[in-house]
Nanobody, 128 residues
Framework: QVQLVESGGGLVQPGGSLRLSCATS????????IGWFRQAPGKEREGVSC?????????YYPDSVKGRFTISRDNAKNTVYLHMNSLKPEDTGVYYC????????????????????WGQGTQVTVSS
């Protein structure tokens, strides 16, 4: 059974930091691109950080998070991380991790929600 389970969300003050984790099972993480997406109520889901399969090494960040968010992977632990710094209220939303085994340029992948596997999401709230 393919599973992606997010954790690490919570309430944080503006300017604070948070690290999200995506624990994976049921597939070989090395061969999959991983994306982090977020969705605020009533808004479209958007990619915030994506990384190619391990033999690649490419990442993509939209301008809204560039310089503040960092995606990384630990294949030995079957876990992907999203490090978020300098958080803003507009970063509030449900954060999902996703995995895709079919190759495509990482930027293109991050701009679509058509990924093979999705986690259930973890809530991130940035508020004072």
């Amino acid at each position: 059974q393919v599973q992606l389970v997010e954790s690490g969300g919570g309430l944080v003050q503006p300017g604070g930091s948070l690290r999200l984790s995506c624990a994976t099972s049921g597939f070989t993480l090395d061969y999959y691109a991983i994306g982090w997406f977020r969705q605020a109520p009533g808004k479209e889901r958007e990619g915030v950080s994506c990384i190619s399969a391990s033999d690649g090494g490419s990442t993509y960040y939209p301008d809204s998070v560039k310089g503040r968010f960092t995606i990384s992977r630990d294949n030995a632990k079957n876990t992907v991380y999203l490090h978020m710094n300098s958080l803003k209220p507009e970063d509030t939303g449900v954060y999902y991790c996703a995995a895709e085994g079919l190759w495509a340029p990482v930027q293109r992948m991050c701009l679509t929600i058509r990924w093979a596997y999705w986690g259930q999401g973890t809530q991130v709230t940035v508020s004072s």
